[in-house]
DNA sequence: GATTAGCACTCACCACTTCCGAGTGCCAAC
DNA sequence: GTTGGCACTCGGAAGTGGTGAGTGCTAATC
């Protein structure tokens, strides 16, 4: 079931001139754009094959073809080859990652931006996943009585904190020596091992009145385990507009109502990230094509995704979002340069 | 230049059917749904007197008429009766906002969630303006090395902070003793007030050598005025799709594109607020119909804001943006009842 | 002077038709 | 396996006519 040399080319032909043209693409017009050795006829047999194979398919009896999901996959695979940015698409990126932000939340969102930009899609990054990062500090601040901030310094230098609500008659000194117990006895260890009772057991040796404690305890876990919380961001929901693609209000209206709920969206990446780990297959890049992603109203979209790093332990994905019938190539490699840049620029904080 | 009695009528029937059906309302349907006691001849001379006079427009020669921006400003401002919310209308928006978030920002866009719930149209809310408002504590907390976390507690119960970069050499100590000083000095000052000068006096009598001082000082002070900054959370851009007002593609993408661009919703929003606070004219809402909005592709909006307190100094705005065709009654009702609601949630946090 | 009936006119919209051409599958010949 | 030829398909553009809700205007009436 190998394609023969020919059929490959023939695919590779159709995803990119229907990509260029967003027009099915007939056995003649293929003929005049590519110089295949041979007739329309013959290609119309091997599309003949093609479609029987499912790479691609025919929106209506009389009109060219166009390529399937399967199709796309076949040309991401193992078809396309991916092409190097120009100096200038260097640079344009760059300029727009680099620049004066020096925490590392606003460098990623500017990642973000310049991705949306270079690409002209939606494009979105996961903030750091914490699970593998671990205490540096904590410190409890008294803002009024109660009320205090819990401020969380962790590793790959990311610092959270949290308001949160204390029993009114504790002292500023008495949350003194409770943050430094806790901070104490949990320093170095992984947020995803901090759990309610190690929080406690930290405690024990303040003299505080364990009633009390309680609740503080339970606020600075929570405070812990938010830190963890993964946030997203997407940026450019309104340029998917833009495409032909989209250009039926139902289909636009279902693509951006599902952006909009960004935990969902979130929660499909993780989900993603997840599998990718666990299968143990580690390119620099993922890519789900279609009816491939799961999420309703991106039947006509790809969605591809990349990690980045923060320090030995953290990650994170940013990702790109644009209609399926989207130069792969280009897109990637514009995504693979985002990456990169951000991973130099996050190395420089730490 | 008054409208007689019959032509109000008439102007609000045609504002009431044209938002009602989405359809130019002719003379003789004018008389078939609202009992005129007059003929359909009788009101084209009322409709063709209203033209004249700029309240309404025919989209074309052979079609009924439509409210011109300025029939909705007449609408709007002399003829619709703001009706109330039913018991159950009530009930939704309270439950959406209520609940258990206890901070300010958190309680803030829950009722900006449920703004746009109840009205169907993107909603936002711009943060407290907090220039009003002062200092009650700062700390300044050492996370490495180089770097600090500035801590501001201000007046209304606001928390901001931010990681600043500061000379290797300085010890946790001389933060702690600096903080101090500029909290003892600045406390009760409301932000507006504070400059550089005032930062760099109020840290005088700590005896750390000048040099050092001088860039731990000027990121303090750029802390405390970055806390001032506006921002601003929008809400279900996508609704707007949904309408048929926008359904041409075109329209649909200026309109999204121009509230992707958060930052200019932002400052638009903050100069209707300055202006209607210098014209000291401070109705509970304000409303901007079609043309009157300045920003690129909201012709065909209206949009509607009213304003929060937090404390006595400090307040924010709430608002909707939704097509100017448009059950202005209701929305206003609804926004009116999320900010009573906010407002007496907000109170209860501090 | 305001109101009304009547009438000729306008024009978006819909349904219907026609026509064109790019594309297809298939077959027989090379 | 490749090719030329041919009948067939069908979406889309362009044109057509009828319909109806709307208009403005005029002359008669209250």
């Given at each position: 079931?190998?394609?023969?040399?020919?059929?490959?080319?023939?695919?590779?032909?159709?995803?990119?001139?229907?990509?260029?043209?967003?027009?099915?693409?007939?056995?003649?017009?293929?003929?005049?754009?590519?110089?295949?050795?041979?007739?329309s006829a013959t290609l119309r047999n091997d599309m003949a094959e093609l479609e029987k194979l499912g790479f691609i398919e025919k929106p209506h009896t009389s009109a060219g073809r166009i390529p399937s999901d399967r199709g796309y996959r076949e040309y991401v695979d193992?078809?396309?080859?991916?092409?190097?940015?120009?100096?200038?698409?260097?640079e344009e990126i760059e300029a727009n990652i680099s620049g004066t932000v020096d925490e590392a939340a606003e460098l990623i969102k500017s990642a973000t931006h310049s991705l949306s930009e270079a690409t002209g899609f939606v494009s979105l990054s996961m903030s750091p996943r914490l699970r593998k990062?671990?205490?540096?500090?904590?410190?409890?601040?008294?803002?009024?009585?109660?009320?205090?901030?819990?401020?969380?310094?962790?590793?790959?230098?990311?610092?959270?904190?949290?308001v949160v609500r204390i029993p009114n008659y504790l002292t500023d000194e008495q949350m003194f020596k409770l943050s430094g117990a806790i901070e104490k006895n949990l320093t170095g260890k992984p947020l995803d091992e901090i759990t309610f009772v190690t929080v406690e057991t930290a405690a024990k040796d303040t003299e505080i009145p364990s009633p009390l404690l309680k609740q503080v305890l339970y606020e600075a876990y929570t405070a812990i385990k938010q830190a963890d919380q993964l946030s997203i961001y997407l940026e450019g929901e309104h340029k998917m507009l833009a495409y032909p693609d989209f250009?039926?209000?139902?289909?636009a209206r279902d693509l951006l109502g599902t952006l909009s709920d960004s935990g969902m969206v979130a929660g499909y990446v993780n989900e993603m990230e997840n599998l990718a780990t666990s299968s143990g297959k580690k390119d620099s890049y993922m890519i789900r094509i279609g009816q491939e992603i799961t999420l309703e109203g991106l039947d006509d979209c790809s969605f591809i995704t990349a990690t980045y790093n923060m320090g030995d332990t953290v990650s994170g994905n940013i990702g790109v979002i644009g209609p399926k019938r989207m130069d792969y190539s280009r897109v990637i490699s514009k995504m693979d340069f985002v990456?990169?840049?951000?991973?130099?620029?996050?190395?420089?904080?730490?």
């Open positions: 079931m190998e394609l023969d040399d020919r059929k490959k080319r023939v695919l590779q032909a159709i995803v990119d001139d229907y990509v260029a043209t967003n027009e099915p693409v007939g056995s003649k017009s293929l003929i005049e754009r590519h110089n295949f050795q041979v007739s193992s078809l396309m080859k991916i092409d190097t940015l120009t100096a200038k698409e260097q990062s671990f205490l540096k500090q904590m410190k409890i601040l008294m803002i009024e009585p109660g009320k205090a901030l819990v401020v969380l310094v962790l590793s790959a230098g990311v610092v959270k904190d949290k250009s039926s209000l139902g289909r990456k990169k840049k951000l991973n130099e620029e996050l190395k420089k904080l730490t």
